[in-house]
C-alpha cells in the first residue's frame, strides 16, 4: 500500500510572507520510514513529521498515511491543542484498522498569528529557538504506544508564541546532536537552513545513522 503524500520543496516565498521555512529529509534506504510535510496558505504554515516504527512491517506507510492524512487538513479551522489531538487518535484508530499499517511517531501543528500550536506522540521532537531561550514545545508527549497500535495518547501542545525559530525533527536528527550545537546554528546570523541542521546529526564521513527529516520554520 502506498501513500502519495505532497512534499513543500520549494523554499521561494511570497514577499508579503513573514516566514522563512526550509526542509530536509534523506532516507538510509529505498524503504525509508520518515516522512513530513510542510506549506504555507493564507499565512499560516502548516507541519507535520513522521517516523515509522524502525524493524516494523509497514511503519513506512504508516508515517505516510499521517503525511497523506495531514496535507487535506489545511482547509479546517484548528484552534486548540485538543482539535489536534483529536486527528491524531482519529488516525490512530485508522492505521490500527489497517492490516498493512505498522506503527509511527507524529508531530503535527501550525503557525499563525505570531503562535504555535499543535499535539505529539512518540520520539521526534519540536522546539523553538531563540537567543534568550530553548524550550521544547513536545517535552510532555507519550513516547509509547505508537500512533497505529489503537492505544496511542497524543499530547497537544501551544499555543505560544512563536518569536524565533521552530526545529521540528525526527528521531535520526535529535538523537545524534547535542542541543548546544542546535542552539549555535539556530542563533547564528547565517541563516541556517533545514540542510545545514541535518549535517550537524553527520558522523566524520559524512554518513548519517538513521532516517532523518527536519523542518525550519523562522518567524521574526
Known amino acids: ?15 508579503f510572507s513573514p516566514f522563512d521555512f526550509s526542509h530536509y529529509l534523506e532516507a538510509q534506504s529505498a524503504q525509508g520510514e520518515d ?24 511503519g513506512r506507510e504508516a508515517s505516510h498515511y499521517v ?30 484498522a489497517m492490516s498493512l499499517l505498522g506503527e509511527t511517531t507524529a508531530v503535527i501543528g501550525k503557525v499563525t498569528n505570531g503562535e ?8 521526534s521532537q519540536c522546539w523553538l529557538l531563540n537567543p534568550e531561550f530553548a524550550y521544547e514545545l513536545t517535552q510532555l508527549q507519550r513516547r509509547k504506544p505508537l500512533l497505529g497500535s489503537g492505544e496511542a495518547v497524543p499530547i497537544g501542545f501551544g499555543p505560544m508564541a512563536s518569536q524565533g525559530i521552530l526545529v521540528v525533527g525526527s528521531d535520526g536528527f535529535f538523537n545524534y546532536v547535542s542541543l548546544t550545537q ?3 546554528l539556530a542563533n547564528s546570523a547565517s541563516g541556517a537552513t533545514a540542510s ?5 546529526a553527520r558522523n566524520k564521513k559524512g554518513a548519517l545513522a538513521d532516517d532523518l527529516s527536519i523542518i525550519v520554520i523562522r518567524q521574526p
Open 67 to 96: 503525511a497523506d492524512a495531514f496535507s487535506q487538513m489545511l482547509e479546517e479551522e484548528l484552534h486548540s491543542p485538543d482539535e489536534f489531538e483529536g486527528h491524531l487518535r482519529r488516525w490512530d484508530q485508522d492505521i490500527a
Open 116 to 123: 504555535v500550536i499543535g499535539a505529539s506522540v512518540g520520539d
Open 1 to 15: 500500500m502506498k501513500f502519495n503524500h505532497i512534499a513543500e520543496y520549494s523554499t521561494v516565498m511570497d514577499v
Open 35 to 58: 516522512a513530513l510535510f510542510v506549506h504555507e496558505r493564507d499565512g499560516c504554515i502548516w507541519f507535520c513529521i513522521a517516523d515509522g516504527a524502525g524493524g516494523q512491517a509497514g
Open 196 to 200: 545545514q541542521f541535518a549535517d550537524l
Open 182 to 184: 542546535v542552539k549555535q
